[in-house]
């Protein structure tokens, strides 16, 4: 067994306590072996100062979208992906795919992600890029099938079910799949009624916008005679091992019928809130027993990728939505960017625990905006962001050593980013 210590700092438990310790991870299992004091490795990463805690989850990206970050703003959904985003996505290349997908990894690696989950395309260029990158990822294709033929819309969906068969288990089973059906709007009846029999067949969950608009909500009440997430469990698609993302417009009973699926919730507050989309009903959510995940959404309607501005948002925009300054708290956020959002998506992680994945950020504290330290749950709630981290790690390997990233080129990168963003902008 060869080890990585990671010592003198203090570590982010379970049960949302901090405590003085060290870490021993075992780098060929890719584990957390003992938390405790004074361990040595064989190598040894320097926590002190710091504050140790689960890499973040972002639970719902599009991570190829930070080639988009800034190209429309100030617009809601509809019209940002039909005039703008859309358009732009219809002159991407693979390669710009490639570009957009190491950009956006290159930003969670910085701000301690280690794990998210991707719906977009050409996800064949994302698999490699979360290969180099060193990430654990849930991948899948997404499909729309509005305003095609059928053999297009079908093609679409084929795609789907083969991406996630393909890829499921690569990167060293790093990367796990999804059958990702766009929305409930843009992908019709007959479609989610022939494949999603065979996404379970495939066993692989299903992952999807729901309830993300009233617009959204509106049409399917109209012509369905029930709510989106009656439609969606009518269709086989609320299964304990699926998760939707934004679920803002969800009434009582689709709360309930959640809880009792067992279908995880991942909160996007920031995209939220910048297309105007509406206030999660997230407290009642969580009282009800939902399990609720965090996500960045893609840098176009965010505009980054800082786990802990969303973390910060979500608390925000909890108690403006319940009215009540005592809901949403730290320590709920804080669970729900970590643990919360690897149970949603079904990525092992999000826990600091001997047997758990070596999945470890660390934050450093020394600086004035983390003085005075009261409460250092507190602290990763509201006052810490991304650009704290430290160091990241994932599996034990060390993606990020005193801020510099080592599994990617970070200038390449950038460069690489711009100059295909630019010709994108050109081509749309
Ligand atoms: C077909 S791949 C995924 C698809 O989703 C688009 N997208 C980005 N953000 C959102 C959002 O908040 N709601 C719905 N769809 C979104 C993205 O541009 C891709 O086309
Ligand atoms: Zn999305």
């Known amino acids: ?74 617009k809601p959904l509809d019209a940002w992906l039909r005039e703008d985003i859309w358009p732009a996505e219809g002159a991407l290349t693979a390669e710009d795919v490639r570009a957009g997908a190491e950009l956006g990894l290159l930003e969670m690696i910085e701000a301690g992600t280690t794990a998210f ?62 059958f990702m059906p766009h929305s409930l709007t843009t992908v019709g009846t007959e479609y989610l009624e022939e494949f999603v029999p065979k996404a379970r067949d495939a066993g692989v969950p299903i992952h999807y916008h729901a309830n993300e608009t009233d617009e959204e909500v509106a049409p399917i009440v109209a012509e369905e005679g029930v709510r989106p997430l009656a439609y969606a469990a009518e269709r086989g698609m609320l299964e304990p091992e699926d998760f939707l993302a934004h679920a803002v417009h969800v009434d009582r009973e689709e709360i309930d019928l959640l809880a009792e699926a067992g279908t995880g919730v991942i909160h996007c507050p920031a995209s939220n809130m910048k297309l105007a989309s509406g206030m999660a009903p997230v407290e009642e959510m969580r009282e009800a027993g939902v399990t609720v995940g965090i996500g960045t959404d893609g840098a176009a309607s965010n505009n980054d990728l800082d786990p802990f501005g969303e973390a910060r948002d979500a608390a925000m925009v909890g108690k403006l939505a319940s009215g009540d300054a005592s809901a949403v708290p730290a320590d709920a956020v804080v669970g ?93």
């Open 1 to 74: 067994m060869t080890t990585l210590a990671i010592i003198g700092g203090q570590v982010l438990l379970p049960d949302l306590t901090v405590e003085r310790a060290d870490l021993l991870v075992d780098r060929d299992a890719g584990e957390i072996v003992e938390i405790g004091s004074d361990l040595e490795g064989d190598a040894h990463l320097d926590a002190s100062g710091g504050l140790v805690i689960p890499g973040l989850v972002n639970g719902h990206c599009h991570v190829a979208m930070s080639l988009l970050r800034g190209y429309a703003d100030d």
């Open 117 to 178: 989950a991707d719906m977009y395309f050409e996800v064949g260029e994302i698999v490699e890029a979360v290969e180099t990158a060193g990430v654990r990822a849930r991948l899948g294709h997404g499909i729309v099938t509005v305003g095609k033929d059928d053999a297009a819309a079908r093609a679409d969906a084929e795609e789907s079910l083969a991406v996630a068969r393909e890829f499921a288990g690569a990167a060293d089973g790093r990367i796990s799949t999804a």
């Open 336 to 428: 729900m960017a970590t643990a919360g959002s690897a149970d949603a998506v079904g990525i092992e992680g999000g826990r600091l625990e001997e047997g758990a994945p070596a999945d470890i950020a660390v934050v450093d504290l020394d600086s004035a905006h983390l003085t005075p330290r009261h409460d250092l749950v507190s602290h990763l709630a509201y006052a810490v962001r991304g650009s704290d981290v430290r160091h990241t790690v994932c599996g034990g390997e060390v993606l990020m050593r005193d801020r510099e990233v080592l599994t990617l080129d970070s200038e390449g990168v950038r460069e690489r980013a711009q100059k295909r963003a630019e010709a994108v902008a050109e081509r749309a």
